[in-house]
């Protein structure tokens, strides 16, 4: 199904769709079964339903939301906003400064615990907010040596206890690291960082009262990271993309 050079609203039903907004600001809606959502240029907002979709918002500021099943959403150029939800996703903000969420529900709502699958999360390029589920993989440019030197905000908190995520291209220069917490349960948090060692490669344990929840593997070179570096946040204070 195709759109057109309109403000467009496209929804697929039961089975196997592919939906192509074209120009304007679009709604795609994949509904049921493995889906193709493609917004093209304009703001688009881009909704796969249930099973594996693959979303790609293209052009400008979009937004892309896996719903249940293992997605891929690709945001392109443009400030986009990323979440799979459920399932294994993979997310790839693309050019521009991108929001990434790799957890099921709102955070900043009930920063507890996190039900939803490992998921891959690549910012690319542009100062990129991932917010990290329990176990899952982040990176901040994807690359090795970063060309636009753009900060990028990893997140994490008590939701991953257990099964903290890990961020695989921090720059201690040019990177933060963000912990949320619920001042109701924890009302004067410790920042805790730890290293170990795992084949010659250091890996920073980042943590709040002991309990690990975020990974930081930093190689054989860079920085070090002290608890000071991390920002700790409540549900109360918003985040700045």
Avoid: C
């Avoid at 939906?19 to 093209?40: E, I, K, P, S, V």
């Avoid at 957890?103 to 991932?130: C, K, M, R, V």
């Avoid at 917010?131 to 440019?141: H, K, R, S």
Wanted: proline fraction near 5%.
């Amino acid at each position: 199904l195709d759109g057109n050079a309109d403000n467009d609203e496209v929804y697929g039903q039961a089975g196997n769709d592919s939906l192509f907004g074209g120009d304007g600001n679009d709604t795609l809606g994949g509904g049921t079964g493995d889906d193709y959502l493609r917004g093209g240029s304009g703001d688009d907002e881009l909704r796969g339903g249930a099973d594996n979709d693959l979303l790609e918002g293209a052009q400008n500021a979009d937004f892309l939301q896996g719903d249940g099943g293992n997605d891929t959403l690709k945001g392109g150029p443009g400030k986009d906003f990323l979440t799979g939800n459920l399932g294994e996703d993979e997310l790839e903000g693309g050019p521009g400064d991108d929001t990434l969420i790799g957890l099921a529900g709102n955070y900043l709502d009930a920063p507890t615990n996190d039900a939803d699958d490992t998921d891959s999360l690549e910012g690319w390029e542009g100062a990129d907010f991932i917010v990290m589920g329990a176990g899952d993989d982040a990176w901040g440019e994807f690359v090795t040596t970063r060309a636009d030197g753009a900060s990028d905000t990893f997140v994490s908190g008590v939701w991953a206890s257990g099964d903290p995520p890990t961020v695989h291209d921090f720059e201690p220069s040019v990177d933060q690291l963000v912990l949320y917490y619920d001042p109701t349960i924890l009302t004067d948090p410790d920042v805790t960082v730890t290293t170990i060692d795992i084949g010659g490669d250091i890996t920073y344990q980042i943590g709040l009262d002991g309990d690990v929840l975020m990974l930081i593997q930093m190689g054989t070179s860079g920085g070090a990271i002290v608890p000071t570096d991390i920002d700790l946040r409540t549900p109360s204070i918003a985040p700045t993309i």
